[in-house]
T-cell receptor
Framework: DAGITQSPRHKVTETGTPVTLRCHQT?????MYWYRQDPGHGLRLIHY???????DKGEVSDGYSVSRSKTEDFLLTLESATSSQTSVYFC??????????????FGEGSWLTVV | AQSVTQLDSQVPVFEEAPVELRCNYS??????LFWYVQYPNQGLQLLLK??????LVKGINGFEAEFNKSQTSFHLRKPSVHISDTAEYFC????????????FGTGTRLKVLA
């Protein structure tokens, strides 16, 4: 299994509060991603990173921000959580572009409920 | 930009019958293609991938997929399914250079019936 750890795995928070999800990898992969999974929508890309301090928006980035200060950590922040952000969040990593493979590997997911 | 369409949201099939899960993609550049499986309350696991070469790709658990460039399809097949294949299956596409964004379809829920 790819060395990806997401924390927290489960969280219940109130509307309007800030929330940060952490993704930690031990593979030294350049690319890291945050997806959300919702019934009927599959996985939708929120933000991704292609290096330290290099990030870009995905399909559903509104209401989310990210930071990557170290290769191994990629943080997803909900500045002011809303009920529409109740979802399962997956972190993923990839060694794309290095010649060592283009597979994307997923963490176990973080279940977030906004009440 | 790339997009992926999985036409079937649910596919019921009897045990030991063959199954095909359909995936079509759209892209203005060359792509890599993937199929992932997700069991309940778990993350996604790679089933197989097409990077280059032979258009017929074999994966784990007896699954295979065929890349058809002219029809922009990457359908997943298994000749004989088992109860344990019940899961959700996702098709994904990534561009070959540049952004390396992986775009996923909405998923197909395969239910194998006894």
């Amino acid at each position: 299994d790819a060395g990806i750890t997401q924390s927290p795995r489960h969280k219940v928070t109130e509307t309007g509060t800030p929330v940060t999800l952490r993704c930690h990898q031990t593979e030294n992969h350049r690319y890291m991603y945050w997806y959300r999974q919702d019934p009927g929508h599959g996985l939708r890309l929120i933000h991704y990173s292609y290096g330290v301090k290099d990030t870009d928006k995905g399909e559903v980035s509104d209401g989310y921000s990210v930071s990557r200060s170290k290769t191994e950590d990629f943080l997803l922040t909900l500045e002011s959580a809303t009920s529409s952000q109740t979802s399962v969040y997956f972190c993923a990593i990839s060694a794309a572009g290095t010649g060592s493979g283009n597979t994307i590997y997923f963490g176990e997911g973080s279940w977030l409920t906004v009440v | 930009a790339q997009s992926v369409t999985q036409l079937d949201s649910q596919v019921p099939v009897f045990e030991e019958a063959p199954v095909e899960l359909r995936c079509n993609y759209s892209s203005s550049v060359s792509v890599y293609l993937f199929w992932y499986v997700q069991y309940p309350n778990q993350g996604l696991q790679l089933l197989l991938k097409y990077l280059s070469g032979s258009t017929l790709v074999k994966g784990i658990n007896g699954f295979e997929a065929e890349f058809n460039k002219s029809q922009t399809s990457f359908h997943l097949r298994k000749p004989s399914v088992h109860i344990s294949d019940t899961a959700e299956y996702f098709c994904a596409v990534s561009d070959r250079s540049g952004t390396y964004k992986y775009i996923f379809g909405t998923g197909t829920r395969l239910k194998v019936l006894a």
